[in-house]
């Protein structure tokens, strides 16, 4: 462990025209730890997480990655600086297999990666793309067609195409919507199985999903920072209540 955090956000704001859709967001994440935020549709988290990754740099504050100013740095440079991410569109290749899908996101990394040669059955890509496959728990399916695979799957093909780069840094955008009840346990045991090592931050605005995975959990709300806490205290915390019950009814 380091006592550099892994993310450093200070003051960060994001505006869009007249829209300021994140104000002055601030927290920290530990290096290795597991941080959700929530918060109900609107709330901002999308375009914080977004201003993380470079695809919509801040417009105020900065952004600091395992210790690195990444505030005016392009979202593909992050990427080599340890930024793994999954999108809540699918970006897969439904005419390839699982296995291709891997071996191409194993290569995304790589010199000469827009290379079209055929790998070789030894190929070191390949053998990490199967490596790959096995701890998103997909090895059974490595030559299905992913237009084949069920929404579990390819959510789970997801979060194997964010590891592919080996990142130190894993985010997550909302991996569980529009799994069933019995698709969930499967991803979240996946999630449960990543390495200690490996830092995470859940986008998620489903508290069932997020707070048995959370170390830490910020709560947003019109997009700024209402509550960061632990996910015990969350669970019973009446501000955080009320945003949910003022969106719905219900606490989804």
Same mark, same amino acid.
């Given at each position: ?22 104000? %002055? ?57 340890? &930024? ?14 699982? *296995? ?47 237009? %084949? ?50 830092? &995470? *931050? ?12 959370? %170390? ?37």
């Amino acid at each position: 462990m380091t006592a550099t955090p892994a993310i450093e956000l200070r003051n960060v704001g994001r505006r869009f025209g007249a829209l300021q859709a994140v104000r %002055d967001v601030t927290f920290d994440v530990a290096v290795g730890e597991r941080h959700a935020v929530l918060g109900p549709n609107g709330a901002g988290k999308t375009t914080l997480f977004n201003a993380i990754c470079g695809d919509f740099p801040p417009t105020s504050g900065s952004i600091r990655v395992f210790g690195r100013d990444v505030s005016d740095m392009p979202a593909h440079r992050r990427a080599r600086h340890g &930024i793994g991410r999954t999108y809540q569109q699918s970006l897969l290749f439904n005419g390839l297999s699982v *296995l291709d899908n891997l071996f191409v996101a194993v290569r995304g990394v790589k010199p000469n990666r827009f290379s079209f040669l055929v790998p070789r059955r030894d190929d070191g890509h390949l053998a990490k793309a199967r490596e790959t496959a096995d701890r998103v728990r997909l090895s059974h399916a490595l030559d299905v067609p992913v237009g %084949d695979l069920s929404h579990g799957q390819r959510r789970q093909l997801e979060v194997g195409m964010a590891l592919a780069s080996d990142p130190r840094l894993l985010m997550l955008d909302e991996p569980a919507a529009g799994l069933s009840p019995v698709e969930r346990p499967e991803l979240s045991k996946l999630l449960r199985e990543l390495p200690k090592n490996l830092t &995470i *931050l859940l986008i998620e605005h489903d508290m069932d999903v997020a707070l048995p995975f959370a %170390d830490r959990v910020t709560v947003m709300k019109d997009g700024a920072v209402v509550v960061s806490d632990t996910p015990d205290r969350i669970q019973n915390d009446p501000v955080v209540h009320e945003i949910y019950l003022g969106h719905g009814g219900h606490k989804h």
